[in-house]
């Protein structure tokens, strides 16, 4: 049986201090994360972001692709 193991970037929990927003920060993190997964042999990149982010993430050359879900596991502070 042969297999094969594709590399996966993900994003997470990308967020610009207010004070520091318009500078064009968080599309630098953006495009060097993208060129070292580039780097590291990924094949695509993903992230999940909420709607008021779309337009941002379009920018730095992502497009919208299905749907996201997740499940937190409930802890004491969240039940």
Known sequence: ????FLKCGHIEDVV???SYRGKQLGL????R???LAAQLGCYKVILACSDD???????????KHEVEMAWYIPTKANL
């Open 33 to 35: 994360l993208k060129e």
């Open 16 to 18: 610009v201090d207010e």
């Open 28 to 31: 630098r993190v953006i495009v």
């Open 1 to 4: 049986m042969l297999a094969i």
């Open 53 to 63: 982010n779309v337009a941002f993430y379009e920018r730095c050359g992502f497009k």
